[in-house]
């Protein structure tokens, strides 16, 4: 079984620049997640999706930050625009239950290291 | 609030001997408690969770974890350590909907 993917795995980009990371999660999974992990952290919830629609976008900063998940399948993350505070690396992750369950199992990509100068 | 603690920024355990990562938890209702592992420029490595039952969970590559309600804990295991289990190591609780609240992480090193 193919794992979730994400691309660019690396990204260097000038403050005050746009920046957009794509993930396509595991086949079949109906819940995805987009986490926000600073160095020396642990990861931070952005924003989840069930099938296409949000179920928690509390943590992201929407001044900056969105996010979409066409057709209920691959989701894109943009920032626009960048602040040095948001070098982090950016993980996707997808679990396979419809009801977004807290007992569900969450699988990760490699994620995404941005570095912004 | 909801919160996972790991008391140790780092361990260090020699090849051959056990090993032990803590994190305690602190949550309202039942606690559903995962532990992950992070090598360097990778995304993080499902290793086992606690749902309900039998307080000594297996996980993959020879991990267990203990749950302890008592004393809000959920250390991770291993009889045997390995060089190759030098990563970082992350605790999380699951909240309702599925959202992880994740611990700072504790970096395993084992030396041979």
């Known amino acids: 079984e193919a794992g979730v993917a994400q691309s660019p795995r690396y990204k260097i980009i000038e403050k005050r620049q746009s920046v957009a990371f794509w993930c396509n999660p595991i086949?079949?999974?109906?819940?995805l997640y987009w986490y926000q992990q600073i160095l020396g952290q642990g990861p931070k919830l952005l924003i989840q999706?069930?099938?296409?629609?949000?179920?928690?976008d509390s943590q992201l900063p929407k001044d900056r930050f969105s996010a979409e998940r066409l057709k209920g399948v691959d989701s894109t993350l943009k920032i626009q625009p960048a602040k040095l505070e948001d070098s982090a690396v950016y993980l996707c992750?997808?679990?396979?239950?419809?009801?977004?369950?807290?007992?569900?199992?969450?699988?990760f990509g490699p994620g995404t290291r941005l570095t912004v100068l | 609030a909801q919160s996972v603690a790991q008391p140790e920024d780092q361990v260090n355990v020699a090849e051959g001997n056990p090993l032990t990562v803590k994190c305690t938890y602190s949550?309202?209702?039942?606690?559903?408690l995962f532990w992950y592992v992070q090598y360097p420029n990778r995304g993080l490595q499902f290793l086992l969770k606690?749902?309900?039952?039998?307080?000594l969970v297996k996980g993959s590559y020879g991990f267990e974890a203990e749950f302890n309600k008592s004393q809000t804990s959920f250390h991770l295991k291993k009889p045997s350590a390995l060089v190759s289990d030098s990563a970082l190591y992350f605790c999380?609780?699951?909240?309702?909907?599925?959202?992880?609240?994740f611990g700072q992480g504790t970096e395993l090193s084992v030396k041979p």
């Open positions: 992750a997808s679990s396979q239950g419809t009801l977004a369950a807290s007992t569900d199992t969450q699988y």
């Open positions: 086949s079949g999974h109906a819940t």
């Open positions: 999706f069930q099938n296409n629609g949000v179920v928690d």
């Open positions: 949550v309202s209702g039942n606690p559903y």
């Open positions: 606690y749902i309900t039952g039998d307080n």
């Open positions: 999380a609780v699951s909240l309702r909907g599925g959202k992880l609240i």
